[in-house]
């Protein structure tokens, strides 16, 4: 490279920009973009179809529909950004609202404990920290034991999913308490605050994960963790509070959404985790660990919900809305590698 | 006809006959409330049991009636949620001398001693006559479908359609497949609301789109008496204590009530009446039911699926059920 | 030894030839109209800087790559196409410079992979490989159970498997890139010894190597490349090491130590270590002054690395005490060693010294994250503006702040992994072999920064067994299994370093 | 592998093994019988819960019920050995028999399109071929485009599914043809024929993987693609092939299981790579290639199931199933941690 062109005494003057690396920064800056054409283009092709795509309902609906998802995916995001993965989102997603519900809501109205141990309020708490205790958990089989984190979550995944089944009896928790119900379902200026919070959520998490010491920790683990171990970055803990963070969201996601539909029901989440990752490698976030951004992987998550939103729009035969979610998800990542080079591996 | 002959008891020398009982699911509220019933039911009965759980997966299920055979029970009760799928088991049982009663669904082929079902189709007539009577014959409805590789549902979609088509041709149906999903079927309704705002009616395939669906109608002021001209009738489909509350608070208009607990309790009594080698004919049965002949040797007693309302008053001719009627099984949990 | 046994005649077609060769990575030109020629028979260096384009040559000559344009000829018959790897491996075998051992196989199949003993049935005849892969390895005397997986060799080990297979293969032509750079004297000494045999029996050699003593004590003739182009080549005989020297690099250069001042005696001694013992038991006590350079030497499992990083924090040491500046270090803790002003340059560049994927101005204030921002947030103006600084003052080579680590050479890389050794204005700068696969204009870069940092009253402990390095250290340690058996100050004949560093006493014997 | 095996010809001149190394290699040895012991102790305690457990009928019945998912342990297995992972699997196990049952039976009985133009007997060839087809896709897209696999077989997960419930509306096909239903429903010496499928497809799995330069070059590929590539193994070639025949296989399975059902249902194979991967890492192969063995992969899936008997024998309650299975595949994973090293990393 460069240091082969002999430059005897360095020059005051930075030596002239080479071409490659220039074009690396432009490409690395382009990269949080590359999914913006692509949206404007749904768009388009969305108000062609029904008119009704851009009117304000409408956007606040698809806003709102992947709020909670969005928020999974800024989850999912910062862990794939150490290099590791975490499955078991999906189920945190359910269990947390779910064991909230379960001490909290009182038997004669539907199935739960109602123990008269937790008054209302604490449902809130509780649901946050059962995340806390998912993510603490996964933290200690993948950084303590250094078991593989695929298949811890995986493992984690089934077992929550199935304590969630376990303590509901497969049954939906209703009357949940006003506590739990209200970020979900409350509007705040005329826009629900889901929306609010999953936006402030990705906007703490650009700045965090752009700006802060500890988020670029994170993109030092992922790209070379002996590095950043032996640069002083206590890789351990940082990767103990990803999961930790990581799994806290996944539970406040899950306390949107079953606010939203003020239930929880047993299988709150099942198969998310397919969308989630879809969405964030759509949005340019490596599943090997270092690369994305958390701009990137909310263009990832728009793009998926409103082309889902266009098919529901348009009315495509039942039968095959999956096979079209599918091949929108394939077709996305091979343009995205097209355009954005190697944005998916 | 009546009850059937009762047989010389053939069946099973002393002690009680022992009954396997696979269970569908058990992620969804009315099938847990049938795995409820099921002991009790098996108590009054005095039969013994064995229970599996196939999770929806017609795998497990022929693994399971494998390992019923292994532990030598005398009858099956199942409740196949895919009925094509289960015939090399049903042949397997039969070369055993093991009869068979099927819950909620009827098997393309095979044989079996029983179907006790309630006629999913039932359900969708019932919904379209209710919606159809109620809108007054126009407008739009969104029919939140279930699964498409559900039996039940699709039973459900089509006759609910069939009978918008023949009866309701002024109504407009929007069907939204939802996966059994409260999610998906959230924000699906939600798109459909965002583009038909004169949406004028929703039926719900299952009690799984429940709480989403008043979520959103809160959310959009529609939560009004019937009496305004803006009042969205819902109708749901399980008859789970949570929606006989919802329609006594007026939140919603109807559900059919499917019968849990006589799934339970005639499963059983059937499997043990098959043991005990007693047979049936078609015609009205003792619980206010019928036995039909749906194919050559192949029975199914029909149990009453009533439609509940508010006030209990008939619909286009249909009688209904009081939504406090303590004879659900509802109410009775 | 300089000249070859084997005589070609002019007539003779050379054992290969490539032409007009350009290859382009991205938009890197890796190589541009470069070419060489190999007579059958004849020892051929091959030299350049960092990034001169030799690996890549390499890939190209043995069919790994493709050229973008040129043309290559075995014997002045045009080269097989790609697709058909038997008919190069015929003509070719080689050692590349990356690790080609497969860490999850055994030992023995990474000798005979893809040509494994097979029955008639063609299934895989395991006892008779391992017969084969024992004998194979007895030839180097490697002390290996060919049963073991590769993963548990020795870096040194592996890269005996790499020669033992590449020599294996009955080639007439043998590539070596870089075959020393993992080896101890003693190794290199083995390796040279069966170069010899080979050429006595015709086999031609193409070796490249950044130690220009070997290319004198091996090569015919060497070919420079530089800048991804083909400069000159000569026989080795007639070409000066200063020659040789501004041809790679295309001017005068010369190793510092010339002005060597040692440290006033009355400096405060800064570093003292004391009865430290790692885990596989070596050990080190030890007292460094502010300003003086110490060296640390000794050959390939001598412990000398172990110990290092025991004092950095990077390994957990299980005895003894690392006290710098009065501040008792906790042990095993490198951001505990940072915040005490330890500046660590690690072994291997690429495991531990960089993130690839990360900009220089990310990877050189990765330890010092309190000097870019405040309340953990970073300020990316201030993190430029400390990356620009060391940008000029190491001479890297970039187009700016910006530039992801991954696009510099190897040469520009070990000066980042320097810049951040340096960031945190260390008290105490341990350089663990800090010029490993750096070129000669990098290395005096590198070796020229010790003496600016000792001069403002930084401890400096150069780890590493490469006499250009231990030069300039005011006295050297050397360790020989895990203890110091030799102290030795400035002026060391080199005779006398080696021989410590094999374990021999020459005055004693 | 087997090539760990210490066989006596070893010359009496070979070195005396190193402390280190002896102990690797026993290590290396035991990894492939790491599940025994637990396998004998689950047996012990499946008799204890219910004598019923050792009677040959229930043993058959756990042989056949794990067969079809053996054979896609067995296709996992494979492609994780390259450094590869195939979540598609999972869909080609339903979507070929599908295919072929809609190309071939009658629409008067069933869905299907019946069009005549498939005689019954092409119903095999056609199964064999999609998944051939399906795996040459992912061949295209992973070896040939560079696109990362775990997410082109995430979309190809979605897609093909979809496809599947396009085609048949989300119902059953049933009344296949007899050559469909052959292999999954007839017997050979009284044992199942898929039994004895699943068992001879092992022992080729074995023999391949262990024994021929084409199954090494599997491990060589997993263990460091550059290094195979350098000692003149076609990596793109073996990549492709073996997609190829993990996809033939997992369309094999699905045939087995059609056969044994009499039908196609639409859900056929959802959900099932969970189990599948949690099989294969659970009997040592290694998520990061290179390692692993086909026996051990059969340790595996046969604990898995035989675990799975036992809580169904004895009786578990139903809403506690999910959990339990989760709870096995995670407490396998930490034992064969804790006993085997490294094998599931
Ligand atoms: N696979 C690759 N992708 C991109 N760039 C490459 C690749 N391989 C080599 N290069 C670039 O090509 C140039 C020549 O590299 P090469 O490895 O041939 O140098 P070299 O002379 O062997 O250097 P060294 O002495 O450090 O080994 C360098 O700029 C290098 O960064
Ligand atoms: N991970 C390990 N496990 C067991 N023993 C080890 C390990 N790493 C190193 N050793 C042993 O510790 C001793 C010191 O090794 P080390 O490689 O650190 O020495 P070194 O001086 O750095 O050698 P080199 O110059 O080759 O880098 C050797 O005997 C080596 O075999
Ligand atoms: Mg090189
Ligand atoms: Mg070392």
């Known amino acids: 490279m460069s240091d082969t062109l002999s430059t005897g005494t360095v020059p005051a003057s930075a030596p002239p920009p080479t071409r490659p690396s220039s074009r690396h920064l432009a490409v690395a800056r382009l990269r949080d973009l590359a999914l913006v054409p692509a949206i404007v283009a749904v768009a388009i092709v969305g108000w062609i179809i029904s008119p009704v795509f851009l009117s304000t309902d409408n956007v606040l609906n698809v806003l709102q529909s992947m709020s909670e998802i969005a928020i999974l995916v800024l989850a999912q995001t910062i862990v794939l950004i150490t290099g590791k993965m975490d499955l078991s989102l999906e189920s945190t997603f359910g269990l947390a609202p779910g064991i909230a519900a379960w001490l909290v809501v009182d038997p004669e109205l539907t199935r739960g404990l109602g123990l008269g141990l937790l008054p209302d309020a604490w449902a809130v708490p509780v649901v946050l920290l059962v995340g806390a205790l998912v993510g603490a958990f996964n933290g200690l089989l993948i950084v303590r034991f250094g078991l593989n984190g695929f298949i811890v979550t995986l493992g984690m995944l089934i077992i929550l999913r199935g304590l969630l089944t376990g303590i509901s009896g497969g049954q939906t928790f209703f009357a949940l308490p006003g506590s739990m119900t209200y970020l979900g379902s409350t509007s705040w200026l005329g826009v629900p605050a889901s929306i609010w919070v999953s936006l402030l959520l990705f906007a703490a998490g650009i700045v965090v994960l752009g700006h802060t010491r500890a988020g670029r920790a994170l993109y030092a683990i992922g790209g070379n963790a002996d590095a950043a171990r032996a640069a002083g970055i206590r890789t351990d803990r940082v990767l103990w509070v990803a999961l930790v963070v990581a799994s806290v969201l996944a539970a406040l996601a899950g306390l949107l959404i079953s606010g939203r539909l003020a239930a929880v029901p047993a299988a709150q989440g099942d198969g998310a985790i397919f969308q989630v990752f879809a969405a964030a490698v759509i949005g340019g976030v490596s599943l090997n660990g270092g690369r994305g951004s958390v701009f990137g992987a909310f263009t990832g998550v728009l793009l998926l919900f409103m082309i889902i939103n266009v098919l529901t729009l348009a009315g495509v035969p039942a039968q095959w809305t999956n096979f079209l979610n599918g091949a929108v998800i394939l077709i996305a990542l091979v343009v995205s590698r097209i355009t954005g080079g190697k944005a998916q591996t | 006809a009546g009850c059937g002959d009762r047989g010389a008891g053939t069946g099973t020398g002393g002690g009680k006959p022992l009954i396997g009982v696979d269970y569908p699911r058990s992620d969804t509220d009315f099938w847990n409330s049938y795995i409820r019933y099921v002991p009790q039911s098996a108590g009054q009965l005095g039969v013994d049991l064995k229970t599996t759980n196939s999770q929806n997966d017609i795998a497990n299920l022929i693994s399971n009636a494998q390992t019923f055979m292994s532990q030598g029970v005398k009858g099956v009760v199942m409740a196949p949620q895919d009925t094509a799928a289960i015939a090399p088991t049903l042949a397997q049982l039969e070369s055993r001398k093991i009869p068979v009663v099927t819950i909620d669904t009827r098997p393309d082929t095979g044989t079996v001693f029983m179907v006790v079902r309630a006629d999913n189709r039932a359900y969708g007539t019932k919904a379209c006559q209710f919606l159809g009577t109620k809108l007054g014959g126009r407008g739009k409805v969104v029919m939140l479908q279930g699964g498409l590789d559900s039996i039940n549902g699709r039973d459900r979609t089509e006759a609910f359609s069939e009978c918008m088509g023949k009866e309701f041709p002024g109504i407009k149906v929007f069907g939204e497949a939802t996966d059994w999903k409260a999610d998906v079927a959230a924000s699906k309704l939600q798109t459909r609301f965002a583009s038909d705002p004169d949406i004028r009616g929703v039926y719900m395939q299952s009690s799984f789109a429940l709480s989403g669906t008043l979520q959103i109608l809160k959310q959009r002021g529609l939560q009004v008496p019937p009496t305004d001209p803006k009042h969205v009738f819902v109708v749901s489909n399980d008859g789970i204590p949570e929606e006989?509350?919802?329609?006594?608070?007026?939140l919603i208009d109807a559900t059919v009530s499917q019968p849990a607990d006589l799934y339970a309790r005639y499963g059983l009594e059937y499997a043990k009446a098959a043991i005990e080698g007693k047979t049936f004919q078609p015609g009205p049965t003792d619980h206010g039911s019928t036995i039909i002949q749906v194919r050559d040797g192949l029975l199914e007693d029909q149990l009453p699926a009533p439609l509940v309302t508010l006030d209990g008053a008939p619909v286009a001719g249909q009688p209904t059920v009081k939504y406090d009627d303590p004879s659900l099984w509802g109410r009775k949990g | 030894m300089t000249t070859a046994p084997h005589h070609p005649g002019d007539d003779d077609p050379?054992?290969?030839?490539?032409?007009?060769?350009?290859?382009?990575?991205?938009?890197?030109?890796?190589?541009?109209?470069?070419?060489?020629?190999?007579?059958?028979?004849?020892?051929?260096?091959?030299?350049?800087?960092?990034?001169?384009?030799?690996?890549?040559?390499?890939?190209?000559?043995?069919?790994?790559?493709?050229?973008?344009?040129?043309?290559?000829?075995?014997?002045?018959?045009?080269?097989?196409?790609?697709?058909?790897?038997?008919?190069?491996?015929?003509?070719?075998?080689?050692?590349?410079?990356?690790?080609?051992?497969?860490?999850?196989?055994?030992?023995?199949?990474?000798?005979?992979?893809?040509?494994?003993?097979?029955?008639?049935?063609?299934?895989?005849?395991?006892?008779?490989?391992?017969?084969?892969?024992?004998?194979l390895l007895a030839q180097w005397s490697v002390d290996v159970d060919v049963r073991q997986p590769a993963a548990t060799l020795s870096v040194e080990q592996r890269q005996f498997v790499e020669i033992a297979r590449a020599l294996s293969f009955g080639a007439r032509f043998i590539v070596l890139d870089e075959p020393t750079a993992q080896l101890d004297a003693a190794g290199i000494d083995r390796l040279f010894t069966r170069i010899r045999d080979l050429r006595a029996q015709g086999v031609t050699f193409l070796f490249i190597s950044h130690h220009l003593q070997e290319i004198y004590d091996l090569c015919d003739r060497v070919t420079v490349f530089r800048d991804a182009r083909h400069i000159l080549t000569a026989p080795v005989a007639g070409l000066s090491r200063q020659a040789l020297v501004a041809a790679m690099t295309g001017e005068d250069v010369s190793m510092p130590e010339a002005d060597h001042r040692p440290p006033a005696s009355d400096a405060p001694v800064l570093l003292s270590v004391r009865d430290l013992v790692t885990g596989s038991g070596a050990r080190l006590s030890m007292r460094a002054r502010a300003g003086e350079v110490v060296g640390i030497a000794g050959g390939g499992g001598s412990g000398k690395v172990e110990v290092a990083e025991a004092v950095v924090g990077l390994a957990r040491p299980v005895a003894g005490s690392v006290t710098l500046a009065g501040r008792v270090l906790r042990p095993g803790s490198v951001p505990d060693a940072l915040a005490a002003g330890v500046g660590l340059v690690p072994q291997d560049r690429h495991r531990e010294g960089l993130v690839p994927g990360l900009s220089i101005g990310e990877n050189v204030t990765m330890t010092v994250p309190q000097r870019v921002g405040r309340y953990g947030f970073i300020s990316r103006a201030r993190r430029d503006a400390l990356a620009r600084d060391t940008i000029a003052a190491l001479t890297i080579k970039a187009s700016g702040p910006q530039t992801p680590v991954a696009d510099l050479s190897g040469g520009n890389q070990q000066k980042v992994v320097m810049g951040r050794a340096l960031a945190n204005d260390p008290r105490l700068l341990v350089l663990i072999t800090p010029t490993a696969g750096v070129d000669v204009r990098s290395k005096q870069t590198l070796l020229g920064v010790v003496e600016d940092v000792r001069r403002r009253g930084t401890a400096v402990l150069v780890v590493s067994d490469e006499l250009d390095d231990l030069r300039i250290c005011d006295r050297v340690l050397v360790m020989f299994q895990g203890r110091v058996v030799a102290e030795m100050a400035h002026g060391w004949s080199d005779n006398d370093l080696v021989a410590a560093m094999e374990g021999v006493d020459l005055h004693h014997v």
């Open chain 2, 244 to 250: 006989l509350k919802n329609i006594g608070d007026g």
């Open chain 3, 14 to 135: 050379p054992v290969v030839e490539a032409v007009d060769i350009t290859k382009r990575f991205g938009s890197t030109l890796a190589l541009s109209g470069a070419g060489i020629m190999v007579r059958r028979g004849e020892t051929h260096a091959l030299v350049g800087r960092n990034g001169a384009g030799k690996s890549t040559l390499v890939g190209i000559l043995t069919g790994l790559q493709a050229a973008d344009g040129g043309a290559v000829a075995f014997d002045g018959r045009p080269a097989p196409p790609l697709a058909d790897r038997d008919a190069w491996r015929r003509r070719v075998a080689c050692v590349y410079q990356k690790s080609t051992i497969i860490p999850t196989l055994t030992v023995a199949e990474n000798l005979f992979l893809n040509r494994h003993a097979r029955s008639r049935a063609g299934l895989i005849r395991w006892s008779s490989l391992r017969r084969e892969a024992q004998h």
